[in-house]
């Protein structure tokens, strides 16, 4: 799908504010409401919108540890990749699962509401997977968010 600046526009003001409407965004940049509308329509059917996310502050909801786990799977016993992947998922405080190329299998985004809690969960919770081997956290100091290349 060509994109034109227009689109790109569009794209990066709706990756700073995602519940902008169509009407806000046609005033901002010289398109009718309808106009506007029709393109953000295009977008979403061509797939390169994809949805919309809710952007929790983790801090004030009482998480105020993000610990990110490189998780290496053991060999021995050959626990399947769905294994591990289905029993990861299902613990709350595991954000993210990236199954990735490198050191490391997987890497886990974590949070916890202090250091104290996220040692109970990796120690309870995440080294009783099946299929864990080797762990390496780094925990989060700050983070920048970017909307990405657009």
Same mark, same amino acid.
């Given at each position: 799908?060509?994109?034109?600046?227009?689109?790109?526009?569009?794209?990066?003001?709706?990756?700073?504010?995602?519940?902008?409407?169509?009407?806000?965004?046609?005033?901002?940049?010289?398109?009718?409401?309808?106009?506007?509308?029709? !393109?953000?329509?295009?977008?979403?059917? @061509?797939?390169?919108?994809?949805?919309?996310? &809710?952007? /929790?502050?983790?801090? +004030? *909801?009482?998480?105020?540890?993000?610990?990110?786990?490189?998780?290496?799977?053991?060999?021995?016993?050959?626990?399947?990749?769905?294994?591990?992947? !289905?029993?990861?998922?299902?613990?709350? @405080?595991?954000?993210?699962?990236?199954?990735? &190329?490198? /050191?490391?299998?997987? +890497? *886990?985004?974590?949070?916890?509401?202090?250091?104290?809690?996220?040692?109970?969960?990796?120690?309870?919770?995440?080294?009783?997977?099946?299929?864990?081997?080797?762990?390496?956290?780094?925990?989060?100091?700050?983070?920048?968010?970017?909307?990405?290349?657009?």
């Amino acid at each position: 799908m060509e994109l034109d600046s227009i689109d790109r526009k569009l794209l990066r003001a709706l990756a700073e504010d995602a519940t902008q409407s169509a009407s806000a965004l046609g005033r901002r940049f010289g398109l009718s409401q309808p106009a506007a509308w029709r !393109r953000l329509k295009r977008l979403q059917d @061509e797939g390169v919108l994809a949805g919309q996310r &809710l952007v /929790l502050d983790q801090e +004030r *909801l009482g998480f105020g540890v993000t610990v990110f786990l490189g998780v290496k799977l053991a060999t021995k016993g050959r626990v399947s990749l769905e294994d591990f992947e !289905r029993a990861v998922t299902a613990i709350r @405080e595991v954000q993210t699962v990236e199954h990735v &190329l490198g /050191l490391y299998d997987y +890497r *886990l985004r974590v949070v916890a509401r202090d250091l104290a809690d996220f040692e109970r969960v990796l120690r309870r919770r995440i080294m009783t997977l099946p299929g864990v081997g080797n762990v390496e956290a780094n925990v989060l100091l700050s983070e920048e968010r970017r909307p990405g290349p657009i």
